[in-house]
């Protein structure tokens, strides 16, 4: 029983942790953009899997769901952009 405290206490320090490092992110990220040092494109981009998330989950109302809905589409989003870019190279535009 005394084992099973300490991993629930190991687990929630690391999610802590995560949690943690996931804010200073964000926080460095806005500090950057207000600052000039980082174009708003690059973080769109980065808040795209987000949104996704969030309309899937909009619609589907279930977790689950709605994370296999957003990978299952970042994974199409990058097929297309994979065929995109090949071509832009094959065909000089």
Request: charged share 10%; hydrophobic share 55%.
């Amino acid at each position: 029983m005394e084992s099973n405290v300490i991993v629930q206490i190991a687990v929630i320090g690391a999610f802590g942790l995560i949690g943690l490092g996931i804010l200073s992110m964000i926080v460095s990220g806005i500090k950057s953009l207000v600052q000039g040092k980082q174009d708003v494109k690059r973080i769109v981009i980065m808040a795209v899997p987000f949104i996704v998330f969030g309309i899937s989950y909009a619609v589907l109302g279930d977790v689950p769901k709605a994370g296999v809905l957003t990978t299952m589409t970042m994974m199409g989003i990058m097929v297309i952009s994979v065929v995109i870019t090949g071509l832009r190279g094959t065909f000089k535009f």
